[in-house]
């Protein structure tokens, strides 16, 4: 009696997002971009801001930063 070929536990096929779908999560990733840009620009030209601008500030660079991961994704899945 043999014992059956087992593939090795790394070998998974890896799945792909779709051309249309990576295209699509590339471009809502710039649109969530935008808000830490204006942000940022908005800071340099108005010197920074008080206590209530700070977490506007860092409520748009956390959007932002969810587009950087959003385009990381799918780059990377394609």
């Known amino acids: 009696m043999s014992v059956p070929e087992v593939p090795p536990p790394g070998s998974a096929p890896k ?3 779709g051309g249309c779908l990576t295209t699509l999560l590339v471009l809502v990733g710039i649109v969530l971009l935008l808000p830490g840009l ?3 620009i908005f800071m340099g030209a108005a010197g ?3 206590g209530g601008l700070a977490l506007v500030y860092l409520l748009t660079f956390a959007i932002a930063a969810g ?3 959003l385009i ?3 780059v ?3």
């Open 72 to 74: 990381r994704y799918a």
């Open 15 to 17: 799945r792909s997002l």
């Open 76 to 78: 990377r899945n394609r």
């Open 67 to 69: 587009g950087v991961v």
């Open 48 to 50: 920074g801001g008080g």
């Open 38 to 40: 204006c942000s940022l």
